[in-house]
């Protein structure tokens, strides 16, 4: 029976990589504190091994988004404060990064927006460009 990845085995959906990673982070996100990954694998139902848990946390880890310090002969994990959204806006960025069509793409993005996420993102934009700087994220240029 296929071990592909893409389908279900045994009734469970496999999940990619930065899906488990934003799962493992959403759970360290609502700890209680810093945790232990064995505390981390039974928030998850317990379905994942405990190296898999192990291997996604050490991966959070090089990329900044938890913390790590050790307590007694063990690790506790913690995330960091923007770990989730620092995650998101990176497969954001490689996704993008990979099609040809740049300006489709993200005039795609806009249009689909909420008139409240647009104005949030307007504001962003504002904000990292303060008048008089030049900077110019508006276009033309």
């Known amino acids: 029976m296929g071990e592909s990845g893409d389908g279900e085995e045994g ?17 360290l996100h609502g700890a209680p504190g810093p945790v232990t990954a064995s505390w981390v694998q039974e928030q998850l139902g317990g379905e994942l091994a405990y190296t898999t848990v192990m291997t996604i946390l ?3 880890l090089a ?11 063990a690790y506790v994990w ?3 404060a923007d770990a989730a959204a ?3 806006a990176r497969r954001m960025r490689r996704l993008l990064d990979t ?18 996420d647009e104005q949030l993102l307007r504001s ?4 990292a460009d303060p008048p008089g700087s030049g900077a110019g994220r508006g276009g033309g240029g």
């Open 11 to 27: 009734g469970r959906r496999r999940r990619g990589q930065g899906e488990l990673a934003t799962e493992v982070l959403t759970v």
């Open 63 to 73: 990329k900044q988004a938890v913390s790590r310090s050790r307590v007694g002969r």
């Open 99 to 116: 099609e040809p069509d740049r300006d489709a793409v993200l005039a795609s993005f806009v249009t689909a927006l909420t008139p409240e």
């Open 124 to 127: 962003l934009l504002n904000a």
């Open 58 to 60: 050490s991966r959070l």
């Open 86 to 88: 620092g995650l998101t």
């Open 78 to 80: 913690s995330a960091a």
